[in-house]
């Protein structure tokens, strides 16, 4: 683990030489901790149904111009099966909230399906399968894992007491997802978390608390972007948030910040890192991530799942993004591991 000192002088820096010198420090410990390739988790936006109402996000229940849509088990099963026909080792099937019964029957239900229809020679054991649905009760993660379900992402989305409660509504507890993150770990999830970077009103101290937040709390995956306005939300319209420019540069940083400070983890060059700059996510990997989400969420519901304005790809099919990602890695002069899992070592590790 970094000392303080250090992450807070990662986060200060400015200089473009320094900012180079900084890329090729989490590099080279990316390359000697988990080797160079790029894993693949085909991201799967199942419904916008949402029964929370982040100040942040585009899909929160009360955004109103928005057409709300759950994927039918069919579609579902077919993106899973073009994952799988792709080579991409892992899925992720992601939706807005909700804590019914009846949406984790349903996940369930498929996870089960795709397991089973997707166990081949090359995968024996199926795609791998990470969920990111939310918060849910202690008995619903392990049904969820019980079903095949082997990861799963819940951001924190900051780990400040005082800016969780800015940035969501009055009665959403910061210690309940800790909870959720808590149980996700006791059930035996590969478990993800992250945060916004560039929220309005965060500071890089609270970003250092981040990631020793994320240290403490011995995660095995971390999934973080840039905060990007959502023009129909609270804090998209009202919010005082820093330029594009230092939104990226701070994510870069936290990245490679992540990197540095717990060097086996996976960590997520996320989509957010494009709609700020058209190469952000292959900034993203030649900051020390390893990992992209390809997005394979079929046709016209794409547009429907904006969290945040400006998301790239709502016009792209799968294909498209297949193609696309595979000269976006070849740019940076990585390889993808194809057919495989791609588990976090973190999570075989003792400490
Ligand atoms: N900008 C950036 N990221 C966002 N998310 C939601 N809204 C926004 C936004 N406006 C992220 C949250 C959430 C993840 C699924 O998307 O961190 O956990």
């Given at each position: 683990?970094?000392?303080?000192?250090?992450?807070?002088?990662?986060?200060?820096?400015?200089?473009?030489?320094?900012?180079?010198?900084?890329?090729?420090?989490?590099?080279?410990?990316?390359?000697?901790?988990?080797?160079?390739?790029?894993?693949?988790?085909?991201l799967?936006?199942?419904?916008?149904?949402?029964?929370?109402?982040?100040?942040?996000?585009?899909?929160?229940?009360?955004?109103?111009?928005?057409q709300?849509?759950?994927?039918?088990?069919?579609?579902?099963?077919?993106?899973?099966?073009?994952?799988?026909?792709?080579?991409?080792?892992?899925?992720?099937?992601?939706?807005?909230?909700?804590?019914?019964?009846?949406a984790v029957?349903?996940?369930?239900?498929?996870?089960?399906?795709?397991?089973?229809?997707?166990?081949?020679?090359?995968?024996?054991?199926?795609?791998?399968?990470?969920l990111?649905?939310?918060?849910?009760?202690?008995a619903?993660?392990?049904?969820?894992?019980e079903?095949?379900a082997?990861?799963?992402?819940?951001?924190i989305?900051?780990?400040?007491?005082?800016?969780?409660?800015?940035?969501?509504?009055?009665?959403?507890s910061?210690?309940?997802?800790?909870?959720?993150?808590?149980?996700?770990?006791?059930?035996g999830?590969?478990?993800?978390?992250?945060?916004?970077?560039?929220?309005?009103?965060?500071s890089?101290?609270d970003?250092a608390?981040?990631?020793?937040?994320?240290?403490r709390?011995?995660?095995?995956?971390?999934?973080?972007?840039?905060?990007?306005?959502?023009?129909?939300?609270?804090?998209?319209?009202?919010?005082?948030?820093?330029?594009a420019?230092?939104?990226?540069?701070?994510?870069?940083?936290?990245?490679?910040?992540?990197?540095?400070?717990?060097?086996?983890?996976?960590?997520?060059?996320t989509?957010?890192?494009?709609?700020l700059?058209p190469?952000?996510?292959?900034?993203?990997?030649?900051f020390?991530?390893?990992v992209?989400?390809?997005?394979?969420?079929?046709?016209?519901?794409?547009?429907?799942?904006?969290?945040?304005?400006?998301?790239?790809?709502?016009?792209?099919?799968?294909?498209?993004?297949?193609?696309?990602?595979i000269?976006?890695?070849?740019?940076?002069?990585?390889?993808?591991?194809?057919?495989?899992?791609?588990?976090?070592?973190?999570?075989?590790?003792?400490?």
């Amino acid at each position: 683990m970094l000392s303080r000192k250090e992450i807070l002088e990662i986060l200060s820096i400015s200089r473009p030489d320094e900012m180079q010198d900084l890329s090729r420090r989490a590099g080279l410990c990316l390359e000697e901790q988990l080797g160079s390739r790029v894993y693949y988790r085909g991201l799967i936006e199942y419904s916008n149904i949402c029964s929370r109402d982040c100040l942040y996000c585009g899909i929160r229940r009360s955004a109103g111009d928005i057409q709300r849509y759950t994927l039918a088990e069919e579609e579902i099963l077919n993106a899973a099966d073009f994952a799988a026909g792709k080579g991409y080792g892992s899925l992720t099937l992601q939706s807005g909230e909700s804590a019914s019964e009846a949406a984790v029957d349903f996940a369930a239900s498929i996870i089960r399906k795709i397991k089973k229809r997707t166990a081949s020679s090359l995968l024996p054991r199926g795609l791998g399968i990470t969920l990111c649905i939310g918060e849910q009760t202690e008995a619903s993660y392990r049904r969820l894992f019980e079903a095949g379900a082997h990861r799963y992402l819940l951001r924190i989305e900051s780990s400040n007491p005082a800016m969780y409660r800015r940035i969501h509504p009055r009665g959403d507890s910061l210690q309940g997802r800790i909870d959720c993150l808590r149980n996700l770990k006791k059930i035996g999830f590969q478990t993800g978390t992250g945060v916004m970077i560039g929220l309005p009103g965060q500071s890089i101290e609270d970003l250092a608390d981040d990631v020793e937040f994320f240290y403490r709390e011995n995660v095995d995956m971390i999934g973080m972007g840039p905060f990007i306005p959502h023009s129909g939300t609270p804090l998209g319209a009202f919010g005082n948030y820093p330029a594009a420019e230092t939104r990226l540069e701070l994510s870069l940083k936290m990245i490679a910040a992540v990197r540095l400070a717990i060097p086996d983890v996976n960590i997520a060059s996320t989509t957010a890192l494009q709609a700020l700059h058209p190469m952000g996510r292959e900034m993203g990997l030649n900051f020390g991530a390893n990992v992209l989400m390809p997005v394979i969420t079929p046709g016209e519901v794409r547009k429907q799942y904006q969290l945040y304005d400006g998301k790239p790809c709502l016009d792209d099919s799968p294909e498209d993004c297949a193609n696309c990602l595979i000269s976006r890695v070849g740019s940076t002069g990585r390889s993808i591991a194809f057919n495989s899992w791609g588990d976090p070592l973190h999570f075989f590790a003792d400490r």
